[in-house]
């Protein structure tokens, strides 16, 4: 549907009587407005959402550009911003037509920020080249994340920084000024809480950030630093074994929360953080001074960088800044290489000690994540293990003539019964190894077995 409208203008004179009282006196004039043609669904509009009384002698820079979605009748037309809002009721004598070019320009400016929103059901969309208007898995990566205009093309495409994508502008929409100011609350050197993802629809960030995975269940509540922010807004934490993270699934960390963090006592059992991460975050966040503890501990040397991940109990908090471990290890750390476990990581490495004994009873996914299976552990797998160390998501288990690999708690049990009858069995069997035929020998590692399987009674 489309429409033509001659406008006469009527022009508005003042009288003033001999009384001194003042008319106003309306006078007709001829129409020399020429028609306004030819703009149906789809064309792209200037216009000024005024009363119809108003008369709009010319547009001008406080016009409002649009698209028109809908024409109800000859006085009521549906124009919709680019920015989403709808204007439901503009008369044809307050719009006149505009290029898309002027529309786009009008409508935003580089630096601008915006949302990108899902396109995938729009139709119609008419702004841009081929390549920004055609929805593929580039765009639809980029769904509800927050992205910079670096300039606006010729072809009337926005240009994303940061992304190298070209984007129709229909597929964006103005970023609220709360969601600006709340990207602007992350950034490298801030103290943030990771939240419990898997109550959150994250709508920043790359794809692959706003994925809640296991491996971050277990560091719900952590108290980390941010020593990056990529050009995604992916928050990368000094905590090594989190990875890329959405902005939704933090919060700031509060001054009591942050002070907590930093408090160690004997006792605390700790991970040891990668140095080279806090250095960077520190700097970030411009905090004057060095990081706490005396030389000795803040010097990042092998020893620490081999401890990343690993777990300790803390022996002391010196008042210097630094802290010093049950466990044998470097003298002296400075604090601000250590965070305290999760909860969550309490409840799971409660359940095992070094020097446990354990099985593993089953084979798990293939994933190149950290602690991940690989198919060298498939030969483990129902064998007798040791485990050596202790790290942030797991256990490192120890196979004679096999190898090492760490675990996950929850593919462990533990082995190795308390009672006498068992350990005198442990002890014949490896009796039978020494003389015995290999009938007796393979008895007794039946009977072993059986025992091994047996799992330890609660504490």
């Known amino acids: 549907m489309s429409f033509t409208i001659k406008r006469e203008i009527k022009a508005i004179t003042t009288m003033v009587r001999s009384t001194g009282e003042e008319v106003v006196v309306p006078e007709q004039l001829p129409s ?9 669904v ?3 509009v200037k216009f000024k959402d005024l009363f119809r009384s108003s008369v709009m002698k010319e547009f001008d820079h406080s016009c409002k550009l649009g698209k028109i979605v809908a024409i109800h009748n000859a006085e009521h037309v549906h124009v919709r911003e680019l920015d989403g809002h709808e204007h439901t009721g503009i008369y044809p004598h307050h719009m006149a037509p505009a290029t898309p070019y002027e529309v786009v320009s009008g409508s935003y400016k580089a630096g601008d920020k915006v949302v990108v929103v899902d396109g995938s059901k729009m139709k119609d969309v008419t702004l841009g080249s081929r390549c920004g208007r055609e929805w593929d898995a580039g765009h639809a990566a980029l769904v509800g994340q927050l992205c910079t205009i670096e300039s606006i093309c010729s072809d009337c495409d926005l240009y994303l920084k940061g992304h190298g994508r070209y984007i129709s502008p229909e597929y964006v929409r103005k970023a609220t000024s709360s969601e600006i100011a709340a990207v602007a609350d992350c950034k490298a050197g801030d103290s943030v809480v990771l939240l419990d993802g898997r109550k959150i629809t994250a709508k920043r960030g790359s794809l692959e950030a706003r994925i809640w995975t296991s491996r971050l269940t277990s560091l719900i509540g952590l108290v980390a630093k941010i020593y990056s922010v990529d050009r995604d807004g992916d928050l990368w934490l000094v905590e090594r074994s989190v990875g890329a993270v959405s902005p939704d699934f933090v919060r700031k960390a509060t001054p009591a929360e942050v002070e907590a963090s930093k408090k160690f006592v004997k006792g605390d059992r700790v991970i040891v953080l990668d140095g080279e991460r806090v250095m960077t975050a520190h700097r970030a966040a411009g905090i004057p001074g060095s990081l706490r503890g005396t030389m000795t501990g803040c010097e990042w040397n092998a020893d620490k960088r081999a401890a990343v991940g690993k777990s300790f109990v803390v022996s002391r908090g010196w008042d210097d800044g ?11 750390i400075s604090a601000d290489y250590l965070r305290h476990v999760t909860a969550n990581e309490r409840a799971g490495l409660g359940a095992f000690s070094v020097g446990d004994y354990v099985v593993c009873d089953t084979t798990h996914e293939e994933c190149n994540r950290d602690p991940g299976w690989v198919s060298d552990m498939n030969k483990t797998v129902g064998g007798v ?14 196979y004679e003539s096999i190898g090492k690999y760490i675990y996950k708690p929850e593919w462990l049990r533990r082995v190795a019964p308390r009672d006498d009858e068992t350990i005198a069995l442990l002890n014949s069997t490896l009796a039978a190894f020494n003389g015995s035929s290999v009938e007796k020998k393979t008895a007794a590692i039946v009977a072993l077995t059986s025992a091994l399987g047996k799992r330890k009674a609660d504490d």
Do not use: C
């Open 32 to 40: 020399t407005v020429a028609p306004f043609v030819g703009l149906g």
């Open 42 to 44: 789809g064309g792209w």
């Open 322 to 332: 630094d802290v010093s471990f049950l466990d044998e290890f470097a003298s002296f």
């Open 385 to 398: 293990g040791r485990i050596t160390d202790s790290v942030s998501t797991g256990f490192q288990v120890s």
